[in-house]
């Protein structure tokens, strides 16, 4: 009897175990084992005593996390945490923003396939690199930005802006502009294929013009869209470390200082791994409420 149940059990299932199987032990041993280990890392020192969040309180209390002295109109640097803030609220309406109107202006254009290709190279640029070209970009002897600025007589912005607190971080963002907009672009481009064009013509012939369709026709139907754009792209800007790290280093004087660099510097350079453990919990927790609000709206959509 016993025998039986354990035959029909693997008919059931055992196929199912031997294709997922191996799958879900990679997860279990590389992701889900050393999450849980960092995590609780965080809640001890070096010795490994529990220590309640202390860690948690030392990062937080750190300057080089959070300082909002001569917040603007001072220059950064602000904290890392704040500096991942001001990333998100600058990025995300850009590429956003840059991504929707190059996909509508790109739909019916000639050639419109090898542009959406030379803007889509950012998103197979190697981080390590974009940070490369971002620092050449921005630099006052071989940059096109700064050489723009002195043609035009904006003469203070003709230096090399990663050289210095007030402009370093703006050029960093800036530069990630161009390194992240191609996917907006080709999500965008993808949706907006997919409208059918009857409603087009349905509001043409009532007297519709190409804004009223634009707004009442084309934003609804990318909405769905436009959140998964804005939920991955806010996750890129929390985790943002390669970009920061090949181009500044988080400087000038802590600057362009992010979070993932931060954790970065806490562990293989002040070997302070608890403290390293409590920014990566952190950012866990970020990018956890990123993920549940995404969810939640992609449900109360359906």
Do not use: C
Request: avoid cysteine.
């Amino acid at each position: 009897m016993r025998g039986g149940r354990i035959r029909r059990w693997m008919r059931r299932w055992g196929a199912f175990l031997a294709f997922t199987g191996p799958a879900l032990l990679l997860i279990a041993g590389l992701i889900i084992r050393p999450a849980v280990e960092t995590i609780a890392l965080s809640f001890t020192d070096k010795r490994g005593a529990f220590v309640g969040l202390r860690n948690f309180a030392e990062v937080l209390s750190d300057p080089e996390t959070f300082n909002l002295t001569g917040f603007p109109p001072g220059p950064p640097p602000w904290g890392s945490l704040v500096h991942n803030a001001v990333w998100i609220l600058l990025h995300l309406p850009l590429t956003v923003g840059l991504g929707l109107l190059l996909a509508v202006l790109l739909e019916r254009a000639r050639g419109a396939t090898l542009i959406q290709s030379i803007i889509f190279l950012g998103m197979v640029t190697p981080m390590i690199v974009g940070g490369v070209i971002v620092r050449f970009l921005f630099d006052e002897n071989a940059g096109i930005l700064p050489a723009l600025m002195r043609a035009i007589g904006l003469t203070a912005l003709g230096r090399s802006w990663t050289a210095y607190p007030e402009t370093a971080l703006l050029a960093l963002i800036l530069g990630s502009v161009w390194l992240w907009t191609g996917f907006s672009m080709i999500l965008y481009s993808a949706r907006l294929s997919t409208i059918p064009r009857d409603y087009y013509e349905a509001a043409a012939v009532d007297g519709a013009g190409p804004l009223q369709q634009f707004w009442y026709i084309t934003l609804p139907s990318l909405r769905p869209v436009t959140t998964v754009i804005v939920a991955m792209t806010i996750l890129w800007e929390l985790k943002i470390f390669d970009l920061v790290y090949t181009a500044t280093l988080g400087g000038p004087g802590g600057a362009t200082m992010v979070l993932a660099l931060q954790m970065y510097l806490y562990a293989f350079q002040a070997l302070a791994f608890p403290q390293a453990a409590a920014v990566a919990t952190l950012l866990t927790l970020l990018t956890l409420i990123v993920g549940l609000w995404f969810v939640r709206t992609m449900r109360s959509a359906e």
